[in-house]
């Protein structure tokens, strides 16, 4: 009764495009009254025009007016009591779905049925729950494609999916034009992709937790490098202060090489966190898509978008982060105290050494290990041998890379030279990435790579019988590994020609049998702590040996 009695009430203060309440109500000259959201949507579409109308009584403004919000008419409405209606009984709007039996004010649905294929306001929907004939019928939310669950040629519903093209059919269909195809239900197929889904969320989520854990690792590198570069520049600055102006200099040139490398590291590792937060970002975007479409109670709506769902890209990355086993600037620390104990002598020579160390932090493999030999030669350098450490039975030709074992050679007193063992080591320094080969007799000889303050008397200056050398025994018919006096037998091709692989920061030291194809040997991995020099050994005379040059 009440409700009857406010309805002349609600009449007055309705605005008539939205039929509901009036919302800041405004008043053109015309005296109707309109919310201000709704007559400003409404004349919005007119401006092409150049002339604005009333909805109602079609007066037109020229210009268009500026219209300001009706005091009197707000404080009367709210003097009323009158409430907007619920938003389930609302008119629907552009962007809504209408109730499809409504008459006149088209009201907004609240449910859709895939059965009779219509959508339903609350009232209309009401038979739906309370008779027993639509209490199978599917509801869902609403939607406005439901038109296209029926077929275009027989006009009936499409409860069935042809395999064969990909695409929704009704009955007729599949005895028709698709008889024979691979045909199944809807519900089937959606089943069927709806493993297939939740297994590439699956996958997707598994990724994520990879990448988060990437991500966490990372920042723990980042904490780590900042904390050894802070206590390396500390230590650094001390010992320095103590050689007073003699080592000034240096001490300043350490400190910006330090926090220069530290920054590159760091850049490095945030470039690498900063991508692999990217990617987790979309991959929960498309996780976030699939599993919106997960929840699609239309079978037909989900096979329509399921096959434009893009496919899951390739990683940019591993599948995990791996962190080589370095201390980072530590060692800078102790070159900076032996070049404190060696004073201005040494200086020189260590110097070169504090730099490696610096420039040595490297956290991330940035480049992938070689595959081809194309990609070895890459990193080929020319390799020749220094006269200052050959034994005196070893006869240099060739620039200096060829090398053959013979008698008593003319050689000045060096303290460099090789006493003890018939042996030679390069000129050339090697640290970064370094690819040679070696052409050899048959009979046999040692590729090896050392520090250059390897002995060069004694048992102990043999290659491969200390810590300061690497040597592979390449025999006759077979080869063998050696380091710090520990062998290792190794089985593989014998070839005149072997290939050596250094990738100093990343302590990798690598023999490879090369004729047509190359061949692993055997592959060292370690941590180098100053530069190498690359050595050969012989061990009958006639034996020779050279360096070739890259091709």
């Known amino acids: 009764m009440a409700q009857q009695e406010n309805q002349p009430d609600r009449l007055k203060f309705s605005c008539s495009i939205c039929l509901d309440l009036l919302k800041d109500p405004?008043?053109?000259?015309?005296?109707?009254?309109?919310?201000?959201?709704?007559?400003?949507?409404f004349w919005d579409g007119e401006d092409q025009k150049g002339i604005h109308s009333c909805p109602q009584c079609r007066k037109t403004f020229i210009p268009r007016p500026v219209l300001e919000k009706n005091i009197m008419l707000a404080d009367e409405l709210?003097?009323?009591?009158l409430q907007s209606a619920p938003a389930d009984l609302r008119s629907a709007g552009p962007e809504d779905v209408a109730c499809d039996f409504c008459t006149g004010r088209k009201l907004k649905a609240i449910k859709s049925c895939l059965v009779c294929l219509a959508s339903y306001c609350e009232k209309h929907l009401q038979p739906h729950y309370d008779s027993a004939t639509f209490k199978k019928h599917k509801l869902m939310e609403p939607s406005k494609n439901l038109q296209e669950n029926i077929c275009s040629k027989h006009d009936e519903v499409m409860k069935m999916f042809c395999r064969t093209d990909q695409k929704c059919i009704c009955y007729l269909c599949s005895v028709d034009e698709h008889k024979g195809h691979d045909t199944v239900s809807a519900a089937a197929e959606?089943?069927?992709?709806?493993?297939e889904l939740e297994e590439r969320r699956g996958n997707i989520q598994q990724r994520i937790q990879d990448r988060e854990k990437d991500v966490k690792l990372l920042q723990q590198e980042v904490e780590a490098i900042n904390h050894s570069a802070d206590k390396t520049v500390e230590d650094s600055e001390k010992i320095f202060t103590e050689l007073i102006r003699l080592l000034q200099k240096r001490s300043s040139d350490v400190k910006q090489q330090i926090r220069s490398q530290q920054e590159t590291e760091v850049n490095r590792v945030k470039d690498v966190q900063e991508k692999l937060e990217q990617e987790i970002t979309e991959l929960k975007r498309k996780d976030a898509e699939l599993?919106?479409?997960s929840h699609t109670e239309d079978h037909n709506q989900f096979l329509l978008n399921y096959p434009s769902l893009p496919a899951l890209s390739e990683s940019t990355h591993s599948s995990s982060i791996n962190i080589r086993p370095l201390r980072h600037f530590e060692d800078v620390t102790a070159a900076v105290s032996e070049l404190r104990e060696k004073l201005q002598d040494v200086l020189r020579d260590s110097w070169t050494n504090i730099s490696l160390m610096v420039t040595g932090v490297d956290v991330l493999l940035s480049e992938p290990e070689p595959n081809s030999r194309d990609d070895f030669l890459k990193y080929s350098c020319e390799i020749t041998l220094d006269p200052n450490t050959a034994h005196i039975q070893l006869l240099l030709s060739e620039g200096n890379r060829k090398v053959t074992l013979m008698e008593q050679q003319s050689y000045f007193s060096h303290p460099d030279r090789f006493s003890k063992w018939f042996q030679i080591l390069s000129r050339e320094t090697l640290t970064g990435r370094c690819y040679w080969e070696v052409e050899k007799t048959e009979t046999g000889v040692h590729l090896a790579v050392a520090y250059r303050n390897i002995s060069r008397t004694g048992m102990e200056s043999r290659f491969g019988c200390n810590d300061k050398s690497w040597a592979l025994y390449c025999h006759q018919n077979s080869y063998c590994f050696w380091h710090n006096s520990i062998s290792t037998s190794i089985q593989g091709p014998v070839s005149s020609r072997v290939g050596v692989y250094l990738d100093h920061r990343a302590g990798i030291l690598s023999f490879y049998s090369v004729s047509e194809s190359m061949t692993?040997?055997?592959r060292v991995q370690t941590r180098f702590t100053e530069p190498l020099l690359a050595g050969l050994r012989f061990f009958n005379c006639g034996e020779t040996t050279k360096f070739c040059k890259p091709t």
Not at 78 to 81: D, I, N, P, Q, R
Not at 190 to 195: K, V
Request: proline content about 3%.
């Open 190 to 195: 959606r089943t069927e992709r709806q493993r």
């Open 520 to 522: 692993l040997l055997h």
């Open 291 to 293: 599993e919106q479409l």
């Open 78 to 81: 709210k003097k009323t009591g």
């Open 26 to 41: 405004v008043t053109p000259s015309c005296g109707h009254s309109y919310c201000m959201n709704c007559i400003e949507s």
